[in-house]
Nanobody, 128 residues
Framework: QVQLVESGGGLVQAGGSLRLSCAAS????????MGWFRQAPGKEREFAAS????????DYADSVKGRFTITRDNAKNTVYLQMNGLNPEETAVYYC?????????????????????WGQGTQVTVSS
């Protein structure tokens, strides 16, 4: 049974930092692209960052580039999202997701359609 469990969310002041973790189980973690998405209240879910299998190529939404860093530890089946310089507009539920090679190459790592597995999400609240 595939499970993705996010943790590390919480309340932080504007300009602060958080580190999200996503522990995966039930599939071959190292063979999957991992992504982080977020959904703010009243808005559609959007791509934040991804890290591919193999060479670990990373990709970031323009809005987070330079402030967020995605990494993975294949030995621990865990993906991380280090978030610095958070602002109140980034208050959202943050989701991690896993995409196989087929989905990654068909849709690209920024597209939700690529991802077959999703976590339940973790709330990040940034106060002003």
């Amino acid at each position: 049974q595939v499970q993705l469990v996010e943790s590390g969310g919480g309340l932080v002041q504007a300009g602060g930092s958080l580190r999200l973790s996503c522990a995966a189980s039930g599939y071959s973690f190292s063979s999957y692209t991992m992504g982080w998405f977020r959904q703010a209240p009243g808005k559609e879910r959007e791509f934040a960052a991804s890290i591919m299998f193999g060479a670990g190529n990373t990709d970031y939404a323009d809005s987070v580039k330079g402030r967020f860093t995605i990494t993975r530890d294949n030995a621990k089946n865990t993906v991380y999202l280090q978030m610095n310089g958070l602002n109140p507009e980034e208050t959202a539920v943050y989701y991690c997701a896993a995409a196989g090679a087929g989905g990654t190459y068909r849709f690209g790592p920024r597209d939700e359609s690529a991802y077959g597995y999703w976590g339940q999400g973790t709330q990040v609240t940034v106060s002003s």
